[in-house]
């Protein structure tokens, strides 16, 4: 999957929204949206949530906990290429995920989450 040109959202509107897919103590920390689609972190977990069809009633919600996580890769925004990426891949998949961000996305607060929680082994 890959999502692109994602912003910023708030992470309390997330943890709302999503609150049936989360367990007791887990924390939505950050989280990106296109107009359709979305990604978050949370203390455990990557989701990634497709919104499939014309109508969006179709949802596909996709949980990767920080254990799968084998690598990941981010780069900022330059001057000729406007998005910021970052390019996770996952054991037993055959593609990373790949998810381009607005240059003005809060894309270092990625890195610090997944070092946390991949290298840390912090909650």
Known sequence: MGLFNATNTDPATV???YAPVLIDGERVLIAFKTMRDLIFLTNYRLCTVNVQGLTGRKVEIESIPYKSITRWSIERAGAFDMDADLT???SGADQPLEVKVSASANI??????LAHHILGGGR
């Open 88 to 90: 996770v891949w996952v």
């Open 108 to 113: 270092v607060g990625v890195q610090q989450v």
């Open 15 to 17: 943890a709302r929204d």
